[in-house]
T-cell receptor, first 111, second 116 residues
Framework: TQLLEQSPQFLSIQEGENLTVYCNSSSVFSSLQWYRQEPGEGPVLLVTVVTGGEVKKLKRLTFQFGDARKDSSLHITAAQPGDTGLYLCAGDMEYGNKLVFGAGTILRVKS | NAGVMQNPRHLVRRRGQEARLRCSPMKGHSHVYWYRQLPEEGLKFMVYLQKENIIDESGMPKERFSAEFPKEGPSILRIQQVVRGDSAAYFC??????????????FGEGSRLTVL
């Protein structure tokens, strides 16, 4: 069983549409990160959220950390083909010791 | 490029051979992590090392896999007597010394192992 459940697993949308990816757990995390990975490359950090209820914006991407620090969401506004990739959430349970990753959401944005 | 460097990027081995994957962390980083990724899946933690110390190897298979991070030189993930199920992308990540860290990792581009 996954400690972090991501949904949906796959998402195929048209350019200009909005979408939300969810990352849920029954465990509490000291911090949670979102990464984006393109084929053949390593994950690249997008954002870190630390405080329960925190909201961070990165251009068209909005990240939220749940009040209880057990879940998070990533919302993309007006998706573009360049947003295509694998989105991974990762939770830190031990203040920097190791990250636990979700299985990822594969996003495909069609032009 | 001061990022995390992994080599080789691609490695092909026959069943029973040994695979050695190398990782040089970012400058100033003293913590190294190895993760394994199967196609279209998330990353599975394998091992966390500091210089000359294995801190957490709870994700390492009990047999055939070992890791080290010597005082000098890169970290090495070694897989002995490889089997087809070892075929995967192996990612190394590094982080600076801890102390209020939020656990952010900086990943290399991975080493893709194919076992024939």
């Amino acid at each position: 069983t996954q400690l972090l459940e991501q949904s949906p697993q796959f998402l195929s949308i048209q350019e200009g549409e909005n979408l939300t990816v969810y990352c849920n757990s029954s465990s509490v995390f000291s911090s949670l990160q979102w990464y984006r990975q393109e084929p053949g490359e390593g994950p690249v950090l997008l954002v870190t959220v630390v405080t329960g209820g925190e909201v961070k914006k990165l251009k068209r991407l909005t990240f939220q950390f749940g009040d209880a620090r057990k879940d998070s969401s990533l919302h993309i506004t007006a998706a573009q083909p360049g947003d295509t990739g694998l989105y991974l959430c990762a939770g830190d349970m031990e203040y920097g010791n190791k990250l636990v990753f979700g299985a990822g959401t594969i996003l495909r944005v069609k032009s | 490029n001061a990022g995390v460097m992994q080599n080789p990027r691609h490695l092909v081995r026959r069943r029973g051979q040994e695979a050695r994957l190398r990782c040089s962390p970012m400058k100033g980083h003293s913590h190294v992590y190895w993760y394994r990724q199967l196609p279209e899946e998330g990353l599975k933690f394998m091992v966390y090392l500091q210089k000359e110390n294995i801190i957490d190897e709870s994700g390492m298979p009990k047999e055939r896999f070992s890791a080290e991070f010597p005082k000098e030189g890169p970290s090495i993930l070694r897989i002995q007597q490889v089997v087809r199920g070892d075929s995967a992308a192996y990612f190394c990540a590094s982080s600076p010394p801890q102390g209020g860290s939020t656990g952010e990792l900086f990943f290399g581009e991975g080493s893709r192992l194919t076992v024939l």
